[in-house]
């Protein structure tokens, strides 16, 4: 598979310190994919789980360690933090190994147009008025993710096709205390009230790209179900990539998968 060149890339909720995270599902995209710039918008590390049960596989310095790689290399990476790394917060400004971290930012796509990028959790009604509740929510998704993994297998056996009862669940859950909608509407309105042509952000692992009254409402998805995320082309437009369905092909399940970080600083 040949390395596909973008002026931006913009990912979010990979949820780092997590079991449920895709970390080789994000290597692969991140050896294939190479950007001027990449946003990460919000929730790459989990602060979260790790409170809760320290859980730092090798994967999760995998990914670390390829985006410090790029760094390196010349891509500007911004690290928007979300409520999950919400620790990070208190670093606006500052660089971490060639990472800076910004609490939002408005930024000019090629064509002319800009875009408000922000994690959104802010303008969940679950994680700003009732903490608890979103920690009950976050703790019944971990839940539905160990479920989702014995429910794949009896399909598998039974050779219906895979469908997911976590990223089911998570969307039940949103529309019960939340709803998407209304959601996408308040982050659109924020987006109206700076004055831009659109908003990039995260925080519902909810995968879209639509225009809510005039404004253009990108939602990158996640990296725990639906292994998606955002690419502005050099003409400005955007596109949804969806990894999961790529790395289902035979060309990628043919390569062999790097056992070590030296093994990924090689690719």
């Not at 602060?47 to 790689?69: A, E, I, S």
């Not at 429910?151 to 096709?161: E, K």
Request: proline fraction near 2%; charge should be negative; include cysteine.
């Amino acid at each position: 598979m040949d390395t596909r060149h973008f002026r931006t890339l913009f990912i979010s909720d990979v949820h780092l310190g997590s079991k449920a995270a895709r970390t080789d599902f994000l290597l692969g995209f991140l050896r294939y994919h190479e950007a001027e710039t990449i946003f990460l918008v919000g929730d790459i590390v989990d602060g979260w789980r790790l409170k809760r049960n320290w859980y730092w596989p090798q994967g999760c310095n995998d990914v670390v360690q390829k985006l410090l790689r790029k760094a390196r290399k010349g891509t500007r990476i911004v690290y928007i933090p979300g409520n999950h790394d919400e620790f990070l917060r208190s670093f606006p400004g500052t660089h971490f190994g060639g990472i800076e971290v910004a609490e939002r930012e408005i930024y000019e796509m090629a064509d002319g147009k800009k875009y408000l990028i922000l994690h959104g959790d802010e303008f969940d009604v679950v994680v700003r008025n009732a903490r608890l509740l979103a920690y009950l929510g976050d703790w019944a998704y971990d839940a539905a993710i160990v479920i989702n993994i014995g429910l794949a297998a009896i399909r598998r056996r039974l050779g219906m096709p895979y469908w997911s009862f976590s990223a089911w669940a998570k969307l039940q859950v949103k529309h019960a205390v939340n709803f998407i909608g209304e959601f996408q509407r308040v982050v659109a309105d924020e987006a109206r009230r700076n004055n831009v042509d659109g908003v990039i952000c995260g925080h519902i692992h909810h995968a879209v790209m639509e225009d809510i009254d005039g404004i253009h409402y990108v939602n990158t998805g996640d990296w725990v179900e639906s292994c998606t995320a955002i690419a502005e082309n050099f003409d400005g437009t955007l596109e949804m990539i969806s990894w999961q369905n790529i790395a289902a092909t035979a060309e990628i399940k043919s390569l062999p998968a790097p056992q070590s970080v030296e093994d990924m600083q090689a690719a």
